[in-house]
């Protein structure tokens, strides 16, 4: 299984950018699938996620500013980021739960990919 993230690079504060995130492999089912973040010097934090069923949970930094969508016939991802600040200048990491056709259950991580917001 793997994960390839799309969408990184330099915007300015107050702009947008949208990240896209595609699961591949031997893929039985895909329990949630979402993004992470790490700045220098701090530990990675959830940015969004999206279950199967549709269900949303979002970092407080980024509410109202974010949506996490979901495409489960393509095992994707998708994260708009509106309103951008300098502080969401991070590594941004694509992550999913995934059960492959053997059953076996597996947290998987994508490579990441740099956000700068920055004038």
């Known amino acids: 299984v793997q994960l390839q993230a799309f969408g990184g690079g330099l915007v300015q504060p107050g702009g947008s950018l949208r990240l896209s995130c595609a699961a591949s492999?031997?893929?039985?089912?895909?329990?949630?699938m979402g993004w992470y973040r790490q700045a220098p010097g701090k530990e990675r934090e959830l940015v969004a996620a999206?279950?199967?069923?549709?269900?949303?949970n979002y970092g407080p930094p980024v509410k109202g500013r974010f949506a996490v969508s979901g495409d489960s016939a393509k095992n994707t991802v998708s994260l708009q980021m509106n309103n951008l600040k300098p502080d969401d200048t991070a590594v941004y990491y694509c992550s999913a739960a995934i059960q492959s056709l053997s059953g076996r259950w597996t947290y998987n991580w994508g490579p990441g990919t740099l956000v700068t917001v920055s004038s």
């Open positions: 999206i279950t199967s069923d549709g269900s949303t």
């Open positions: 492999g031997s893929i039985s089912s895909i329990a949630a």
